[in-house]
């Protein structure tokens, strides 16, 4: 599949779903049964962990379509890198999506600067430099700072080697996109 194609059919799916006229597909023990011996998504969606925004739900998607990879704030680091590298490179998958979502927590702790402990520190640090890009901005600094870390994930993932030679050699689209929390819909980003 095409990536001009996978997204159109992403933003088909995420409409059925804002319609509330969801298929369900791929979602049968058939259909488990047809994937058992191999997969071939047709995108990689690298979305934030909140449990309001799962991806095969708000895409109309079903088992086998999408190559989820969930993380606080939609970062990236190197094993999301490998899993994208991998998800291209072994599996086909012609398109990226990083999505993120308004109200994200962990951008919000970002921009308060709040104390965080442990581990969260490795996700603040990772979107802060969005943040600081988003400050400038006119407008709210959490959703402005929420879509400047979606366009500066888009940016890694372009400069990162190998998926700046597949974008080179149109075998990958990445792209950026944002959930909006009250209706559901998807709006392209990046």
Same mark, same amino acid.
Do not use: W
């Given at each position: 599949m095409h990536a001009n194609r996978a997204l159109e059919k992403l933003m088909a799916g995420n409409r059925r779903y804002v319609d509330d006229q969801v298929v369900h597909h791929h979602q049968s023990g058939t259909r488990m049964r047809a994937i058992s011996k191999g997969q071939h998504p047709f995108a990689v969606i690298l979305g934030c962990a909140d449990s309001r925004v799962p991806p095969e739900i708000i895409f109309d998607q079903g088992l086998g379509d999408l190559f989820v990879i969930r993380v606080a704030g939609n970062i990236l680091d190197d094993a999301i890198l490998g899993s994208i590298e991998y998800a291209v490179e072994e599996l086909g998958t012609p398109l990226v999506l990083v999505l993120g979502h308004e109200r994200c927590g962990v951008v919000a702790a970002t921009v308060k600067h709040a104390a965080v402990l442990g581990?969260?520190?490795? !996700?603040? +640090? %990772?979107?802060?430099?969005?943040?600081?890009?988003?400050?400038?901005?006119?407008?709210?600094? !959490?959703? +402005? %700072?929420?879509?400047?870390?979606?366009?500066?994930v888009v940016a890694q993932l372009k400069a990162s080697m190998p998926v700046s030679e597949f974008v080179q050699q149109n075998r990958l689209n990445v792209v950026g996109a944002q959930y909006n929390l009250e209706d559901g819909a998807i709006e392209i980003t990046a």
């Amino acid at each position: 599949m095409h990536a001009n194609r996978a997204l159109e059919k992403l933003m088909a799916g995420n409409r059925r779903y804002v319609d509330d006229q969801v298929v369900h597909h791929h979602q049968s023990g058939t259909r488990m049964r047809a994937i058992s011996k191999g997969q071939h998504p047709f995108a990689v969606i690298l979305g934030c962990a909140d449990s309001r925004v799962p991806p095969e739900i708000i895409f109309d998607q079903g088992l086998g379509d999408l190559f989820v990879i969930r993380v606080a704030g939609n970062i990236l680091d190197d094993a999301i890198l490998g899993s994208i590298e991998y998800a291209v490179e072994e599996l086909g998958t012609p398109l990226v999506l990083v999505l993120g979502h308004e109200r994200c927590g962990v951008v919000a702790a970002t921009v308060k600067h709040a104390a965080v402990l442990g581990h969260i520190s490795t !996700l603040v +640090n %990772a979107i802060q430099p969005a943040v600081n890009q988003a400050k400038p901005r006119p407008g709210d600094l !959490l959703d +402005n %700072a929420v879509k400047a870390n979606i366009e500066m994930v888009v940016a890694q993932l372009k400069a990162s080697m190998p998926v700046s030679e597949f974008v080179q050699q149109n075998r990958l689209n990445v792209v950026g996109a944002q959930y909006n929390l009250e209706d559901g819909a998807i709006e392209i980003t990046a």
